[in-house]
């Protein structure tokens, strides 16, 4: 994946922060402050820090399908993060930004950076047990 910028992780924890108290609006806060930082690829670029906690350590890369059953039932937002967070976890920067830009030009981006927000903090529940 691309090098991501020391300073991406602080933004990454200020949405894990707001969406694990469930403040909808404190995660697209956080994300708006990336993109005043950075431009868009501020946001990209936290979007693939939480799709690497997803992923987690010691996985091996290209591993993951971005096709999966039935993922043409769930929503625009789900299939969006099951796609993006198996292009991150293979590596694979320009299917994960072909992915970022689509959701942006759909009107989709805040729907589906939240829904991975929420995905992330799911999952790091789910592992602390």
Known sequence: MVSIPPEVYGDAAAVLDSALIGDR??????????????GVRGAYDVAV?????????GTPQSF???????????????????????????ADDSTGEALFSAALVDGQLS??????????????KHRAG
């Open 25 to 38: 609006d404190g995660v697209v806060h956080a994300f708006d402050e990336a993109v005043d930082k950075r």
């Open 111 to 124: 729907e589906c950076l939240l829904t991975l927000a929420g995905s992330t903090i799911a999952t790091i």
């Open 64 to 90: 993951a399908a971005l096709e999966f059953p039935n993922i043409d039932d769930a929503g625009y937002d789900m299939r969006w993060v099951a796609r993006f967070v198996s292009a991150c976890a293979n």
């Open 49 to 57: 820090c939480l799709a690497a906690t997803l992923v987690g350590e």
